[in-house]
């Protein structure tokens, strides 16, 4: 199974920072990466297909990288509704599988 | 606009069987697979089942195989999990998300979710 290690688990930021949260891939997955937001309570959201593209609706401070096995989701000038859990996805290969989350706050 | 409404979660006994659905509305049911993942109280997101859009194909990780059953009817634009000899650690929010179309994988769409506890 393809092991995805997202890191960091929890982190505080302020409003305003730039904000980098990373999977880190143990086979290939090519661009097969999906990130998520999810606010307490509710469904998880697509923000980033493709591991690079912007999903529908999603603000043009995230954004989504790759540099070799690493994906990170970046988010410039952090604002309060972006406080959430994220997660990223790997659908490289069966089974599909998370990274275990971070947890965004407030500092 | 694409629904997705998860039914049939609740309380059950360690070893019993349960049976969760997902009505879906405001797409081609039929033109897209569809998947169960789960998320246990406080824990990440875990993929449960993937299945084809005429259900000939089936996927599922190695904590649920032999036990649980992903099914849909295109007829009716529903998906269906059933599952057997439920264990605790399977209490979670079972969540149905468009998986995307043949050849496209985009989870864009989620249901509300529904709980399942399993516990004596």
Known sequence: DIQMTQSPSSMSASLGDRVTITCQASQDIGNNLIWFQQKPGKSPRRMIYYATNLANGVPSRFSGSRSGSDYSLTIISLESEDMADYHCLQYKQYPW??????????? | EVQLVESGGGLVQ???????????????????????????????????????????????????????????????SSLYLQMNSLKSEDTATYYCAREGPMYTTDYGYWGQGVMVTVSS
């Open chain 1, 97 to 107: 599988t998370f990274g275990g989350g971070t947890k965004l706050e407030l500092k």
């Open chain 2, 14 to 76: 360690p070893g019993r069987s349960l049976k969760l659905s997902c009505a879906a509305s405001g797409f081609t049911f039929s033109n897209y697979y569809m998947a169960w993942v789960r998320q246990a109280p406080k824990k990440g997101l875990e993929w449960v089942a993937t299945i084809s859009t005429s259900g000939s194909r089936t996927y599922y990780p190695d904590s649920v195989k032999g036990r649980f059953t992903i099914s849909r009817d295109n007829a009716k």
